[in-house]
């Protein structure tokens, strides 16, 4: 288990000090993938970074299996950063070496035989599904194709926990796709506990089992991600799942309602839910903005529906709506917030 006890982390600049990290309680258990959220400026790298002592709290602690790791003597230290392993934006791959090499860089550090260490790549490269490339250099690969062997390399040392800071901002969609499904299947076969760092909540959505969103350096919402995609508490969160905000909630018709409707894992059927009211109920909705997905067999995802008919038919629709128990359905003023 990570634990981040009350975890703080003051800067001193030309003008002062900057609290990147305020008072940070977080638990995460043995084989979650947990998220850790927020936008720039929020902490999340600093927050990464202090949980391999790469940067060193001013206050509070961060104990993994029982032992605060702050505590450690530089000799210790390095030992259980061996069971620590990070992979980043930039995939910061060796260019002067062929993948195979890159991968085994980190068991040569601590000493393995080269046979051993080719050995144990060339099973690596299969893992990450590049057995091909193991004679390639990294500028001959993909910018996924990259970061699969970033991966490669990070779990070369059968590390407890792997760290990913940003590790899909620089892909393409489709590619990000693909890494997460990497990741979340070595956590699978590995059991390795995964901490993933990002400012997308589709990257969280997709892969992470719980969450703590970041805000000025504070922990302001936590939990499982289901939880707090469908209910949002703190304007942070509401931030990320509602990007676009009320830009929609103007110019509302005498006798028009609008409702936003919130899917936090709903089943997928062969008619979609909106259709169905409106065959079911008589009541039809303008969609204004839709932000969905589907992830396996769940929707997860918003809507912002229009309705004419005054407050009759917004009452309807609700109560149609909140007989799911994975859909959260409120009414949306213009004043709303």
């Not at 302001?220 to 289901?226: F, I, L, R, S």
């Amino acid at each position: 288990m990570i634990e981040l006890v009350n975890l703080t982390k003051t800067f001193k600049t030309s003008d002062g000090t900057v609290d990147a990290l305020s008072n940070i309680n977080i638990s995460i258990e043995d084989g979650d993938i947990y998220g850790i959220i927020g936008m720039s400026g929020a902490g999340k790298s600093t927050l990464v970074r202090c949980i391999n002592m790469l940067e060193r709290p001013t206050d509070g602690s961060v104990v993994i299996d029982g032992v605060d790791i702050g505590a450690l003597s530089e000799k210790q230290l390095r030992k259980k950063r061996q069971e620590i392993s990070m992979i980043f934006q930039g995939f910061n791959l060796l260019m002067q070496r062929t993948c195979l090499k890159n991968i085994c860089f980190p068991l040569e550090l601590m000493g393995m035989k080269k046979a051993d260490a080719e050995k144990k790549a060339y099973e690596l490269l299969e893992i990450v599904g590049l057995p091909d490339k193991a004679n390639a250099y990294p500028a001959q690969l993909s910018g996924g194709q990259q970061q699969r062997i970033a991966i490669a390399r990070a779990i070369a040392t059968n590390p407890k926990i792997l760290l990913c800071d940003e590790a899909t901002s620089a892909l393409d969609p489709k590619t990000t796709h693909s890494i997460l499904e990497l990741i979340r299947d070595i956590n699978k076969k590995f059991g390795i506990t995964v901490v993933i760092i990002t400012h997308q909540m589709s990257v969280v959505e997709e892969v992470c089992h719980n969450v703590a969103i970041l805000d000025g350096g504070f922990v302001v919402e936590k939990g499982a991600v289901g939880e707090i995609f469908s209910s949002p508490k703190s304007d942070a969160a509401k931030r990320l799942i509602f990007p676009d905000g009320n830009s929609n909630l103007i110019s509302l018709s005498e006798d028009e309602r609008r409702i936003r409707v919130v899917f936090g894992g709903v089943r997928t059927t062969g008619t979609p839910i909106i259709t169905t009211m409106a065959i079911e109920e008589g009541i039809a909705a303008n969609i204004l903005s839709a932000s969905t997905r589907t992830i396996s067999d769940k929707v997860y995802g918003n809507m912002l529906l229009s309705i004419q008919g005054g407050d009759g038919v917004l009452s309807r629709a609700l109560n149609y709506l909140h007989q799911f128990p994975d859909i959260i359905a409120e009414e949306v003023s213009e004043n709303a917030e």
